[in-house]
Structure formats: C-alpha cells, structure tokens
C-alpha cells in the first residue's frame, strides 16, 4: 500500500482507504492482495557467497607482506618460520570471514520476531452478505485490509489502525525505547504525531500486556515500522574501523619499503661489483629484515588482551577491531532509559499540605530516606506522609520481590505501582504487612476510561477504608475535602487551582504524578460508594501528589564528566518525551546551557543540511524513530566523527549498523541488536562504554608502541646492512638472512607480545580524541625510528669492525648478531612510554615484559651455546668481555631516550593534563 498517515484518519476513513470492512475481507479478495502485496515475511537479501567472502580476507595489503615473508623464509631454508606465518594468514583470515555474517544473523534474529498466527476476520460466501468469520491464519498470509483481533498475550503481526479497544495496552519498548507499556484509543492523532504518540496504532512484533481489541492492517510484510528497519540493516554498510583503515594503510607502507630497500641493497652491491650470488643474499638479507613478520599476529594479540579487560569491565566486544575503534570514539549517542537511568521508576517527590518531601534513594532498592528542605522527615511521626505512602502500597497490584541469592531486587507487575511500593517500604511500611492488618475486600480496577483505581480495605477498628490513586485532574474532581496536619478540611477552588499548579510544575520536571486521596466507610456501603465511585459522584478526601520518573543511574554523572574531559561529545537519543529527555540530560550533565533540544518532528522538517548546521549544539533528541537515530549517526558522521551508538530495541539496529561501533544493551537488548552490535554491556550501563573507551585508548596507545619497536628493529636492520654493503671493503654480509629471522621473529616475537600487555598510563583520558586518520606510524614515530636505528647500526657495525680485527669472520658475525638483538631489549624499554621515564613507570609494573626480556637473553645465550642452534644460526660461543662490552654499546640507546624523555617528556605531560577538557565543536574535529 502506498503509505499514508492513517493514525490521522477517521475510521471510516481508513476502512475507505484500504478498500474494507469490519467483517474483513473475502477469501478471494486476501488471495488477490496477497498476491498484489506478497507475504507478510521480512524479505532475507541474497546470501554472500563464501568462496568470495574468504578471499576478500586475503587481498590486505599486510596479508601479502606476510606471504612474501613466508616465501622468503621458505627460500632461506627455514620451514618452521613459514609454517608459523602460514598459520597467521589462516587464523586471520577466519576471523574476518566468520565475522561476515553479522548482519545474516540480526535478519535472522528479525524474521524470528514475526507471529506465527493471528486471528482474522474474513467475510464466508456461505453466509449472509455482512456476516463474517473468526479464523486463525499464518501471519505470513496477512494482507492490507485485514481485520484483525488482539488480546492480552498476543504478538501484532502487521502494523493496523485499531477500530475497537477495551482497556488496551501495548509494550512498544522494541520499537520506541520506551519503558512503560501505551494506553491505546481509536480516536485520530495529528498527522506530524511521532511513532511513540501514535496512540490508535498497533505495530507488528509488539506485544499486547493488557485488553483487547480489533484493528484493520495497512502495512505488511518490508512495508511495516520493523520491516523498514530490516531493510535499513541490510542497506546499511558497516562503517569501516580506523584499526582496518590503519592495518591498511601499514601493509601497504611495509610491503613499498622491502621492494625499496631490496632494490637500494641491490643496486648498491651492483655498484661495488659485487657478486651476483652474494647480491642474492644481501637483497633477501634486506627484504627479511624489512618485514616485521610478528605484526599481523601482535596486533591482534594487542586487540585480544584490550577485549579482555574490557569484559572484566561489563563489556563484551563481538569484533576484534572494535577494540581499537572505541579509543578513537569522538561522539558517544546514546539511549536514554536503562543506559542513563535505571530503567526503574523510582518516587523522587511528595507534595501534601504545602509541604515538599524530597525521596532519595534509586531503582527498586527500597533503600532510603524522606526530606523537607534538607532535614529528615519520619513518616512514622507525620500521620500525612505516613497515608500518602500507605496508600501507595495498598491501592497497587505490584509487588517487590527480593533475589537473596542475586542481591537483587524487581518488581512484579506494573512499574510505576512497583515504585509505590517501593516507597512506602523505605518507611518500613511493606505491603505484606499492610495487607495483613488492611484486608483488601474489593476493588476497582484501573482503566484508561476511568483513569483512577479504587481498593477497599478492612480496618481493625471496623470501618472500611477506600484508597483511591490516579490522575491528578481525576482524584481532584472526587475530592470536596483535603487532609492537612489537624484533618480533613473543605477544598476551595483557590486550593483545587493550587494543587493544579503543583501538579504542572512536578509534570515540567518529568515527574509522573499521580495523586491520592481516601474515604472512610460503613461496610454496608461498600457497593453503593464503588457504584458512585463509577459514575463520578462519590465524595473522597484529598492527600497529596506523588512525583515519580525513571531516575539517572548515580555513576553516570561522572562517567559524562569524564568523557567531556577526554573531549568526547555526549549526545541522547530516546523516543521518550522533550520534558524527560531534558530533565535526565540536565542532571547528567549532558545538556549544558545553550545546548539545542530536537525533537522527531523537528527532524522530519530538516533537510539533512539544517541538521548538519546545528547537530553540532544539539545535546538531547527527543521522541525520535529509527529513521531519526540512523539520520543523526549519517549526520555526524559527515562531520567527521567517529560514532559509537548505544541501543536496547529492535529501532536501534540500522543506527548501530550505520555506526563505527554499535553498542547493545545486554540485558535489555534484543537478538537484533546484540547480534548488530559491536559491543555488548553485560550491565545496561552508560559508565561501562567510557570504561571500553579508556580501553580501547589504551589499545591504541600500545599498538603504536609495538609498531614502533618493530619499526626500529626493521629500520636499524636495514640501515646495518646498507651501512656494511656501501662502507666495508668487499660488501660483506654481516647479519645472515636466518639471523635476522631469529631477531624477528623469536627475540621480537617475546618483546612485542610483552608490549602489548602494558598497563595504561595515567593521562590516557586526558587526551583529546585523535583524528579517524591519524596514522599508527606518525612523524614522532618516524623521528623515534630514525634515532634508534642509527644508534643500532652505528653501535652493531661499529662492535663487528672490532671484533674482525682480533677474530674471525664468523666470531664478529655473532657478535654483530647479538648486538643487534641485545638492542632490540633495551629498545623494548624505552617503548613502553613515549614520554614517562623506564624508572617512573616502574622496572615490575609490566611483568610480562620482564619475564619476556630474561627470556629473551637467555635464548641469546642459548643461540651462542646450544651445538644445533649455533649450526642453524652460524654462531660461535662469545666470552664474557664480549658480552660486558655488547651489553655496554646495546644499552647506548636506552640511555639516551632516557635523556630525551628527561628533556622532553615531564614538560609534554603536563600540557597534556592541564589540557581543556571540554569537548571540541563537531565542526572542528576531523
């Protein structure tokens, strides 16, 4: 059907738009629609051919380095390497082709949703012209103009304007995030309504929680509110990582510099006239010592121990690269209700008598306590409160319910009831004990028409006592009297209007008011009060107001703090209502003065230009759809931030898809999102994203650490070579081929792996964002390189042209060799920071790095003494003068970056922590 805004349309307007009845529609014209329209199913898109997923794994840049450097080990005679790296190309490439399936599997998750069966009405040729049938039918075979029945349980299985309700309610938290199930009406709503106010609409995959009703079909199948999301997954490509983007960029730069040292090695020797066969060796010397064969493997053993301790933080990462692309997050856009708050409605105020209590404590913990302008109020000695509360727990049906086991406290039934009762338990009134002594008798059940709800209740004293709580404007018109501290008094119109005003002013702060109010009884009254109750005459006694919301988790302030001050932006994005959306963002700290509120509707008369202009001083989006939250990742996104998005409903997955990180909610999450997502928190909790930030920084932090020192090690072995081959006479080779494959891949390969596990340094959130483009081999980078490995070839030419003058060939080709590694130890020190001292940081806080370094020596001793590994390696045993005089010349590059970071590094750290800790304009990032 083409698609209208049938939500503003009459009844008979609609039946007329789709071309039906309230009998429904014949056999004969369902088959012909169904044909017209196809089956009510989430279309699945074609399936990605395997053969062709898998070689996309090996067409990076990196993946052919290491297949060139496996070539070349094999060429040196050194099977054991080559089978090392084969195995990295094959693990590698697994995990990226298993990741493929990602958004198969929230299609999946989608089609797996629908309803199996519903009841419909069809029209039977058998019967009279008006008279129609009810049948059970596969949802699949639901058509535009179906008329369909819902009750309490049911799964909608299309999206349908409701003709009749009874008492209708419907959790639409999948679609819209919101938390408490919507009253629905038939009556029309304004065309512009966003999809959470669309009250006399029903969407498919929602869940009926109470009533019943009927409703005519106008969307089916990819036409529907979750149908459009599927298809936005499946449009929707998965914004490329900077980790991807960087590991490209890598292989491309490493595979150019060994063809390009190869061919200078080479061109060189054919200058000196040297011999083709020694050419040979030098140029496969210089292409070994180019590739860094351990980097693909290290890297992700980087990322794997960043997912590690991003789970021991409540966050469990589903892709590898998602590690790294936290640490670059700019913008975090997230959820609102269970993410910022508790996703449990919690009593905050009570107004009686002019008096404001406020209520602390938060969530279903019925923990906490009840003040008056900063003192303690007990409800114990203030009769008022005391009823206020009292009625509360007596005139619900929920009930609090405590997991000993868990330590953990729900709610059974109704949440805003729960929050009730959860109140009155911090006054040690529990409802168990109430219900003992104010046995309920009878009731009146809450309904949308009548808008209160009435319980009566046996006193010991004789009487019956009748609760009633409700909206506010409601329980007003039943109440000829208040209750203030010397008892009922008459209400005026002055009070009424008062009480109004309250009400208003509790309702601009987010607040959910209800209010309450009593009577007292003759038993023999009950039938004749609940009946004058019914029809609006009965006379009750005003109490007071109470104010509750779903109230801010209490560690999510800080956690905003802390991301303004690493300069990250923080943006919400809910389908809850302007008022509360403002009200959370406030008390965050999200929403500063200044700061723009949009809601749905502002959006929908954006061009995306307008909202490119002034995203950037939007803090808070309120009622907005899936369309919306995809709109504001695509928005941001054009101005160059890096996007993580936060999400719990099936209206969060094309945002999370569109996003460079997607983050669902563990607990509260649906299949989609989870199975979109990149990340989930196992604890709904917005704090625990800016602990997998300050994570994945870390990450970052130590990739570039580990690139460095291999960097050093492939540049310094390099610069040797080309030293020897230009400047001694003869070209001599004075590291082998097999040498400097030892150097790479075992004394690097225990080096790097230990690098990869340091702990994070303390100004890592101190930092602005870096740019999505910033290079993992930076200038700072290169300067660090070009300084050490001119300390490397300096030192181990320097210790080979000493040693051949008192030795052999072989004897000054092993002490080239172990100079060469040695300095690769004393390096590994210096690149645990960039800036802080190897004595600040502590010899003992990496202890994987220490054990790696006495591993390393030791195998370096081993190489010298061992019979087989020195016939492998063309070594000779060295004496202790030689190795006190290697260990002196190796250790000459630790101590002058030691010299550097005294010189340099205190006064860089302290601009970094006195750096602004505001986030920077959207517009100025990228």
């Known amino acids: 059907m083409p698609e209208k805004a049938f939500h503003a349309l009459t009844i008979d307007a609609t039946l007329r738009e789709l071309d039906t009845s309230v009998e429904g529609l014949s056999q004969a014209e369902a088959a012909r629609r169904l044909a017209e329209y196809g089956p009510n199913e989430i279309?699945?898109?074609?399936?990605?051919?395997?053969?062709?997923?898998?070689?996309?794994?090996?067409?990076?840049?990196?993946?052919?380095?290491?297949?060139?450097?496996?070539?070349?080990?094999?060429?040196?005679?050194?099977?054991?390497?080559?089978?090392?790296?084969?195995?990295?190309?094959?693990?590698?490439?697994?995990?990226?082709?298993?990741?493929?399936?990602?958004?198969?599997?929230?299609?999946?998750?989608?089609?797996?949703?629908?309803?199996?069966?519903?009841?419909?009405?069809?029209?039977?040729?058998?019967?009279?012209?008006?008279?129609?049938?009810?049948?059970?039918?596969?949802?699949?075979?639901?058509?535009?103009?179906?008329?369909?029945?819902?009750?309490?349980?049911?799964?909608?299985?299309?999206?349908?304007?409701?003709?009749?309700?009874?008492?209708?309610?419907?959790?639409?938290?999948?679609?819209?995030?919101?938390?408490?199930?919507?009253?629905?009406?038939?009556?029309?709503?304004?065309?512009?309504?966003?999809?959470?106010?669309?009250?006399?609409?029903?969407?498919?995959s929602t869940i009926v929680t109470e009533g019943r009703a009927k409703a005519v079909v106008f969307a089916t199948g990819k036409n529907t509110e979750i149908g459009k999301i599927a298809t936005l997954i499946q449009e929707t490509e998965k914004a490329i990582s900077p980790i991807q983007k960087q590991t490209l960029d890598l292989g491309k730069k490493l595979g150019m510099l060994a063809v390009a040292v190869a061919a200078l090695t080479f061109v060189i020797g054919l200058i000196r006239g040297i011999a083709l066969e020694q050419m040979f060796l030098f140029a496969l010397a210089s292409a070994v010592s180019s590739i860094p064969e351990g980097l693909p493997a290290v890297m992700s053993i980087t990322l794997a121990v960043g997912l590690s301790h991003m789970a021991r933080r409540n966050a469990i990462i589903r892709r590898l690269q998602a590690v790294d692309t936290l640490g670059a997050a700019t913008t975090i856009c997230t959820d609102k209700t269970g993410t910022l708050t508790t996703n449990e409605m919690t009593v905050r105020k009570i107004l009686y008598d002019g008096q404001l209590i406020n209520v602390t404590g938060a969530g279903f913990i019925p923990e906490g306590h009840f003040e008056c302008d900063g003192e303690v109020v007990d409800p114990r000695t203030d009769g008022t409160l005391h009823l206020a509360l009292e009625i509360g727990a007596l005139c619900a049906d929920a009930r609090l319910a405590h997991h000993e086991a868990e330590h953990h406290w729900e709610i059974r039934g109704d949440p805003t009831e729960g929050a009730l009762v959860v109140a009155a338990a911090k006054a040690e009134l529990h409802k168990g004990h109430l219900e003992e002594v104010y046995h309920r008798i009878d009731e009146i059940p809450f309904s949308s028409m009548r808008r209160f709800m009435a319980t009566f209740h046996h006193t010991p004293e004789g009487p019956v006592r009748v609760y009633v709580k409700g909206a506010p404007d409601t329980i007003l018109q039943f109440c000829d009297r208040g209750l203030n501290g010397d008892g009922p008094r008459p209400l005026d119109d002055a009070d009424r209007h008062t009480i109004l005003d309250e009400n208003a002013h509790m309702a601009s702060e987010a607040l959910r008011v209800l209010a309450v109010a009593y009577e007292t009884i003759d038993p023999n009254d009950v039938e004749s009060f609940k009946d004058a109750l019914d029809h609006g005459r009965a006379a009750l006694i005003f109490v007071g107001l109470v104010g509750m919301m779903d109230p801010a988790r209490p560690e999510v302030p800080e956690a905003v703090r802390l991301c303004k001050q690493a300069g990250i932006r923080v943006v919400m994005a809910t389908g809850d209502h302007k008022l509360t959306g403002e009200a959370i963002g406030r008390e965050v700290g999200i929403l500063q003065e200044g700061d723009l509120v949009l809601t749905g509707n502002d959006l929908d008369e954006m061009s995306d230009e307008e909202l490119d202009a002034v995203i950037g001083q939007t803090?808070?989006?309120?009622?907005?759809?899936?369309?919306?939250?995809?709109?504001?990742?695509?928005?941001?996104?054009?101005?160059?931030?890096?996007?993580?998005?936060?999400?719990?409903?099936?209206?969060?997955?094309?945002?999370?898809?569109?996003?460079?990180?997607?983050?669902?909610?563990?607990?509260?999450?649906?299949?989609?999102?989870?199975?979109?997502?990149?990340?989930?928190?196992?604890?709904?909790?917005?704090?625990?994203?800016?602990?997998?930030?300050?994570?994945?920084?870390?990450?970052?932090?130590?990739?570039?650490?580990?690139?460095?020192?291999?960097?050093?090690?492939?540049?310094?072995?390099?610069?040797?070579?080309?030293?020897?081959?230009?400047?001694?006479?003869?070209?001599?080779?004075?590291?082998?081929?097999?040498?400097?494959?030892?150097?790479?891949?075992?004394?690097?390969?225990?080096?790097?792996?230990?690098?990869?596990?340091?702990?994070?340094?303390?100004?890592?959130?101190?930092?602005?964002?870096?740019?999505?483009?910033?290079?993992?081999?930076?200038?700072?980078?290169?300067?660090?390189?070009?300084?050490?490995?001119?300390?490397?070839?300096?030192?181990?030419?320097?210790?080979?042209?000493?040693?051949?003058?008192?030795?052999?060939?072989?004897?000054?080709?092993?002490?080239?060799?172990?100079?060469?590694?040695?300095?690769?130890?004393?390096?590994?020190?210096?690149?645990?920071?960039?800036?802080?001292?190897?004595?600040?940081?502590?010899?003992?806080?990496?202890?994987?790095?220490a054990g790696a370094i006495a591993v390393s020596v030791t195998l370096q001793v081993l190489a010298n003494r061992v019979p087989f590994l020195r016939m492998a390696l063309s070594t000779e045993p060295l004496d202790l003068e030689q190795w006190a005089l290697i260990g002196l010349v190796a250790s000459s590059v630790f101590i002058a970056d030691e010299v550097r970071k005294f010189v340099t590094g205190h006064k860089k750290t302290g601009q970094k922590r006195g750096a602004v800790s505001k986030p920077l304009p959207v517009e100025h990032r990228g």
């Not at 349980?153 to 959790?171: P, Q, Y």
């Not at 989870?674 to 625990?688: C, G, I, P, Q, R």
């Not at 645990?832 to 600040?840: L, V």
């Open 43 to 204: 279309e699945a898109k074609e399936k990605v051919n395997k053969i062709e997923l898998l070689l996309n794994q090996v067409k990076n840049p990196l993946v052919a380095v290491l297949v060139l450097a496996g070539i070349v080990s094999l060429i040196a005679g050194h099977n054991v390497d080559a089978v090392v790296i084969l195995v990295v190309i094959i693990v590698n490439s697994l995990i990226g082709f298993f990741q493929e399936y990602k958004a198969e599997s929230a299609i999946e998750a989608l089609r797996s949703r629908a309803a199996p069966e519903a009841e419909v009405l069809r029209q039977c040729p058998d019967m009279d012209e008006d008279a129609c049938v009810e049948m059970c039918i596969n949802t699949a075979e639901i058509v535009p103009g179906d008329i369909i029945l819902l009750s309490a349980g049911d799964k909608v299985s299309a999206d349908a304007r409701l003709l009749e309700v009874s008492n209708l309610r419907v959790d639409e938290s999948m679609l819209t995030g919101e938390s408490l199930a919507v009253t629905k009406r038939t009556a029309p709503v304004d065309e512009r309504a966003p999809t959470a106010e669309r009250t006399n609409l029903v969407y498919g």
């Open 619 to 849: 803090s808070v989006f309120a009622r907005v759809s899936p369309e919306h939250k995809h709109r504001l990742v695509q928005s941001l996104q054009r101005h160059g931030e890096v996007v993580a998005m936060t999400g719990d409903g099936v209206n969060d997955a094309p945002a999370l898809q569109a996003s460079e990180i997607g983050v669902a909610m563990g607990i509260t999450g649906t299949d989609v999102t989870k199975e979109t997502a990149d990340m989930v928190l196992t604890d709904d909790n917005f704090a625990s994203i800016v602990s997998a930030v300050e994570e994945g920084r870390v990450v970052f932090m130590n990739v570039r650490k580990v690139v460095k020192y291999l960097l050093a090690t492939n540049v310094g072995e390099d610069l040797t070579l080309i030293s020897a081959l230009a400047l001694l006479p003869g070209g001599q080779l004075i590291i082998t081929p097999v040498q400097i494959l030892w150097v790479n891949l075992v004394t690097d390969g225990i080096l790097d792996i230990s690098l990869a596990m340091e702990p994070k340094e303390s100004d890592v959130m101190y930092e602005s964002p870096r740019d999505k483009e910033t290079r993992i081999i930076n200038a700072e980078i290169w300067r660090n390189t070009a300084w050490v490995a001119i300390f490397m070839a300096a030192g181990t030419l320097g210790m080979y042209v000493h040693t051949l003058n008192s030795a052999r060939a072989v004897t000054a080709q092993t002490v080239a060799f172990t100079t060469m590694a040695m300095f690769q130890v004393f390096n590994a020190l210096n690149c645990r920071s960039r800036t802080r001292s190897f004595f600040s940081l502590g010899p003992f806080t990496n202890k994987f790095l």
